[in-house]
């Protein structure tokens, strides 16, 4: 079955610093791929998404471009700041599915 | 938009104990989703509804949770009878249309304490 594997936190940054939370995937087809992000005490967020390979997702500084060749997603950002802090979901859906499948998070913490 | 609307945010009840979780999908979203996250076992999805019916609930832990979706508007989760190993956080989730594309809208989610 379909499944995503995360790098394993919890991830301790100083501000400024740069970010690589690594996603890894299986699944038959072309999947969508997704990253999710969670904050204290709130539902997840969608952070940004590729349905397709070489697609990249872009949203508020953060990148993952999707790489079928490595069945990989991983997240990106050049200078986390403290407010970046949060927990960060990897997902995919599988072709013609409607079932998000979730690595199990990757939880950040950003120091001033 | 109000987003997702759960309710109760937080609820504490004891071992053998009936626990009924509520959910308002987003306005005109087409299909509900239901989770659970625990730190063991992470995000599950529990059920998802299309158009109100019952789609998928292979992610249903056991006979003792239930859920129902009378409405466009409304759906609930039920536990009956609760144990102390069903404390998580329960999230309803909604969505327009296809999810490859689409984004699911997850509301702030019930944490629920089982004594």
């Known amino acids: 079955g379909n499944s995503v594997t995360q790098m394993e936190g919890p991830v301790t940054l100083s501000e400024e610093a740069f970010l690589t939370i690594n996603c890894t995937y299986t699944a038959t087809g072309y999947p969508s791929l997704f990253w999710y992000v969670q904050y204290p005490g709130e539902g997840l967020q969608l952070l940004l998404k590729?349905?397709?390979?070489?697609d990249k997702g872009s949203n508020k500084g953060f990148e993952a471009t999707y790489r079928k060749e490595t069945t990989s997603f991983h997240l990106e950002k050049g200078s986390v700041q403290v407010s970046d802090s949060a927990v960060y979901f990897c997902?995919?859906?599988?072709?013609?599915?409607?079932?998000?499948?979730f690595g199990q998070g990757t939880r950040l913490t950003i120091n001033p | 938009d109000a987003g997702v609307i759960q309710s109760p945010r937080h609820e504490v009840t004891e071992m053998g104990q009936e626990v009924t979780l509520r959910c308002k999908p987003i306005s005109g979203h087409n299909s509900l989703f239901w989770y659970r996250q625990t730190m063991m076992r992470g995000l599950e999805l529990l059920i998802y509804?299309?158009?109100?019916?019952?789609?998928?609930d292979s992610g249903m832990p056991e006979d003792r949770f239930s859920a129902k979706m009378p409405n466009a508007s409304f759906s609930t989760l039920k536990i009956q009878p609760s144990e102390p190993r069903d404390s998580a956080v329960y999230f309803c989730?909604?969505?327009?249309?296809?999810?490859?594309?689409?984004?699911?809208?997850f509301g702030p989610g019930t944490r629920l304490t089982v004594l």
């Open positions: 997902a995919l859906i599988g072709q013609g599915a409607q079932k998000l499948v």
């Open positions: 509804f299309n158009n109100n019916v019952p789609i998928d």
């Open positions: 590729a349905t397709k390979a070489d």
């Open positions: 989730a909604s969505i327009y249309g296809d999810s490859s594309y689409n984004e699911q809208f």
